[in-house]
Every structure is written in structure tokens, then in C-alpha cells.
């Protein structure tokens, strides 16, 4: 079993920058491909990014492609969303996922564990 907890989400004007932290408990982080993703209110989530194991592979969405960057420290079970030049739209709750296999996904369903969430406000 593996817990997911966000942090880092807020209130930022358009065109600022923040950056999500996903911390996982367990000894097996390592070999767990990550993602990020986000739901705004009255949409489904949607896939943001995703990484592999190594931070070797890494897939955005086209809406943040060139805006958001995805890491991960596996010494401190730890996955990152930067998130740059954010605009009104970027604004939802994001969700940070694990799934049991080494590498990236895009598809929500391959994921096995969830986080809360942690709500991202942009303002215009």
C-alpha cells in the first residue's frame, strides 16, 4: 500500500509560479511510475505529466507542455510538478498518482494509488 500527500498548491497571480510536492510513504517508491493530474470543477481529471522511475522518461499534456516540469527525488520519496507562466485556466485541484510499474503513463486508469489533492487558484 502506498499513501500519496500534496502540498504546495495556492493562490498565485497569472503568469507566477508554483511548485507541488508529492511525498510517498513505503520503501518501494523507486519502482513506481508517477503522475500528475488535475480536475477542475464540473470537468473530469485530466492527465498533466508523468515521469518513470529513473526521471529518465517524462510525457506532458499539450496544455502545459513547456510551462510545467515534472521531477522526482527517489531518495526522499518525493515527486515534483513546477509549474511556470500559470494562467487562469491551470486552476484545479491536482492530484498526484503512483502506479505499480516502472514506467510513464498518461492514462488515468493505470494508476493504482491517489493523493487528496492540493487546490491550485490563478487569478487574471
Known amino acids: 500500500q502506498v499513501q500519496l500527500v500534496e502540498s504546495g498548491g495556492g493562490l498565485v497571480q497569472a503568469g507566477g509560479s508554483l511548485r507541488l510536492s508529492c511525498v510517498a510513504s513505503?520503501?518501494?517508491?523507486?519502482?513506481?511510475?508517477m503522475g500528475w493530474f488535475r480536475q477542475a470543477p464540473g470537468k473530469e481529471r485530466e492527465f498533466v505529466a508523468t515521469v518513470a522511475w529513473n526521471g529518465g522518461w517524462t510525457f506532458y499534456s499539450d496544455s502545459v507542455k513547456g510551462r510545467f516540469t515534472i521531477s522526482r527525488d527517489n531518495a526522499k520519496n518525493t515527486v515534483y510538478l513546477q509549474m511556470d507562466s500559470l494562467k487562469p485556466e491551470d486552476t484545479a485541484v491536482y492530484y498526484c498518482?503512483?502506479?505499480?510499474?516502472?514506467?510513464?503513463?498518461?492514462?488515468?486508469?493505470?494508476?493504482?494509488?491517489w493523493g487528496q489533492g492540493t487546490q491550485v487558484t490563478v487569478s487574471s
Open positions: 498518482a503512483a502506479r505499480s510499474q516502472r514506467f510513464q503513463s498518461l492514462y488515468r486508469d493505470d494508476y493504482d494509488y
Open positions: 513505503g520503501r518501494t517508491f523507486s519502482s513506481y511510475g
